[in-house]
């Protein structure tokens, strides 16, 4: 557009001064100047034509322009914050995309068009032929999270596909494992639209990258670009994740706390991992900067040695050495230790790719939650796994981990003597086996005046059951002082059982 305003600019102040020429022309025409001025003539005339050949080309350009804009405009969710907005830049670099006119706009299958949060985690997510680890990555992010923190996070889950029953299939899965998450807007479920993706068929080969690497390469740029540009108005913050990560616990405030402290330096990514794209995170204002490089280049090289050249577009002179480069780029980038997220899949989405790679820095998980518990003799019916026994977990020294409960399993805490217990916490699950939770399983006491006619099972007094893995609660002081405490499992389990967490309150 700007070169044909130009062009006619150019027409018009030649239009302009042949005109001035023949108003010179009137006062005094010296003969000399005859020809001279019937030339000129001529060429008002071809100004003139040329002219209004601009004129009707540039109306040509509004009316597509105006069409154009109309199309774009079309939203068939009908609502704007499940819109990209589009950077017009990105048709140059992917021209596909103006095939269809919502060849940009997501497919959100699960959202609240949740906003203004100070943190949203990506995790793309694509089909794998072996294991996935979509679920696992997800409660472990989920792990522990408090309230407050639940409100102030987005955590989108991008399915990197076209194949509407796979994303839908993904989208259940979340569900049936998240239903409050997703409910409260904390879990989004998106994929691209069909026709995001270009024709992957004749790509270059590059860099000595086998055709199939090539072709994974730069999707992965586009993946990330896609869910970058889908996220980029949701939030303050924006880190990177992949679907076969484990987070360590307190990742979110730890990670908040360092970008607070961070704030008034020039970074354009901080690093809560050392492997690969795992862990990055950028300010959401730089976001649309890093996806039109990427999206530039997409074709061209992995993402994340895109990355690194931002970086070295940004700051690096090439009339300095190499040592020179790293230490300029290193101001615009700070790693966090120890690192926050692991891998755990050994399978890459590139098929026949493994990737064991092992974050060094992770460190070890808090398995457990240590408490000092009143004395008492211990009874179940649960087989313990290795040393993991019931006794242990009770001092504090290990978590209980026990084959799979039936129904009609037992735990008995039994006090030597009747003492007075104002609560009690039991956990189940921990961040290595977050599945490993107890299934229909209450608390019940044993109050130590209860009628000694009954049967000891039939005294026993429901106080609580276990909800998504915990039960916690107090004991009223009519059941006081308590003789015993036990855990009845009602229905048969599909997986063993950790308990993370055993807290007598006295
Ligand atoms: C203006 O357009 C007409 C038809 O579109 C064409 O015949 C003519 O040559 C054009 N004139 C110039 C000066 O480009
Ligand atoms: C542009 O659109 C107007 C009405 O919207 C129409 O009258 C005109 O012919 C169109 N011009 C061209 C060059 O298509
Ligand atoms: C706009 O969309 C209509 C129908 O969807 C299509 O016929 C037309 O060519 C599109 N226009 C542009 C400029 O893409
Ligand atoms: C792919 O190759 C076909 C035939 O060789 C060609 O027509 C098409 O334009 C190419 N597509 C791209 C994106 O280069
Ligand atoms: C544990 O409970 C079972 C069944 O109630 C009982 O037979 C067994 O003697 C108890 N063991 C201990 C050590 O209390
Ligand atoms: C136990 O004692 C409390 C008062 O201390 C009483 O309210 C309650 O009914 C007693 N329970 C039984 C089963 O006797
Ligand atoms: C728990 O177990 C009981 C008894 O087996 C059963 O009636 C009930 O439906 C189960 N509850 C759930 C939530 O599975
Ligand atoms: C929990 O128990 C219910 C039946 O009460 C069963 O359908 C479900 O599969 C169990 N879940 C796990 C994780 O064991």
Redesign the pocket.
């Known amino acids: 557009m700007r070169c044909h305003r130009f062009k006619c600019l150019l027409a018009f102040v030649c239009f302009v001064s042949v005109t001035w020429i023949k108003s010179v022309h009137r006062d005094a025409v010296p003969p000399v100047m005859q020809t001279l001025y019937e030339r000129l003539l001529a060429a008002e005339e071809r100004g003139v034509e040329v002219n209004r050949n601009l004129s009707s080309i540039l109306e040509q350009l509004r009316n597509?322009s105006k069409?154009?804009t109309?199309?774009s405009t079309k939203q068939p969710t009908g609502d704007p914050g499940q819109q990209i907005h589009l950077q017009p830049n990105i048709y140059f670099y992917m021209p596909h995309l103006?095939r269809h006119?919502d060849s940009l706009v997501p497919n959100v299958v699960l959202g609240q068009g949740r906003r203004g949060v100070s943190m949203v985690l990506g995790v793309p997510t694509v089909k794998r032929t072996k294991q996935s680890y979509l679920v696992s990555t997800l409660q472990s992010l989920l792990f522990n999270l408090s309230p407050s923190q639940r409100q102030d996070l987005l955590i989108i889950v991008f399915v990197a596909e076209v194949d509407s029953d796979y994303v839908n299939s993904i989208a259940q899965a979340v569900s049936k494992n998240f239903p409050t998450d997703v409910q409260s807007g904390l879990l989004e479920v998106v994929s691209p639209s069909q026709f995001y993706y270009p024709d992957f068929s004749n790509l270059t080969e590059t860099l000595g990258d086998s055709k199939e690497r090539v072709k994974w390469r730069t999707k992965q740029n586009l993946d990330f670009s896609f869910l970058m540009l889908y996220a980029k108005d949701k939030g303050t913050y924006y880190v990177q994740l992949e679907d076969d990560v484990v987070a360590k616990e307190g990742y979110y405030d730890a990670m908040k706390t360092f970008a607070d402290q961070e704030a008034s330096k020039p970074w354009i990514y901080l690093e809560f991992s050392q492997l690969g794209f795992i862990g990055k995170m950028f300010r959401t204002r730089d976001l649309a900067m890093i996806t039109d490089f990427f999206l530039m280049f997409h074709r061209d090289k992995p993402i994340d040695w895109l990355l690194d050249h931002i970086l070295w577009v940004k700051v690096c002179n090439p009339e300095k050495d190499a040592k020179h480069c790293a230490t300029q780029k290193a101001s615009l980038k700070q790693r966090y230790k120890p690192s926050l997220f692991q891998h755990v899949g050994l399978h890459s989405s590139l098929p026949g790719k493994l990737q064991p790679l092992k974050d060094k820095d992770f460190g070890k998980q808090t398995l457990y939650f240590p408490h000092i518990n009143p004395p008492a003799a211990l009874n179940s019916s649960l087989q313990h796994y290795q040393q993991h026994s019931l006794q242990r977990a009770y001092r504090g020294e290990d978590f209980f981990w026990a084959l799979t409960p039936v129904k009609g399993d037992y735990i008995i805490i039994q006090f030597p003597q009747p003492i007075h217990i104002t609560g009690f916490l039991f956990r189940s699950g921990n961040t290595e086996n977050f599945g490993d939770k107890m299934n229909n399983t209450t608390v019940e006491v044993l109050p130590s005046n209860g009628s000694t006619q009954d049967e000891e099972s039939e005294r026993y007094t429901r106080v609580g059951e276990f909800v998504d893995g915990v039960a916690a609660g107090t004991i009223e002081d009519t059941l006081q002082p308590v003789s015993a405490l036990r855990l009845v499992v009602h229905s048969n389990s599909d997986v063993w059982t950790v308990m993370s967490e055993i807290y007598i309150k006295v």
């Open positions: 597509l069409a154009e109309l199309n103006r006119s």
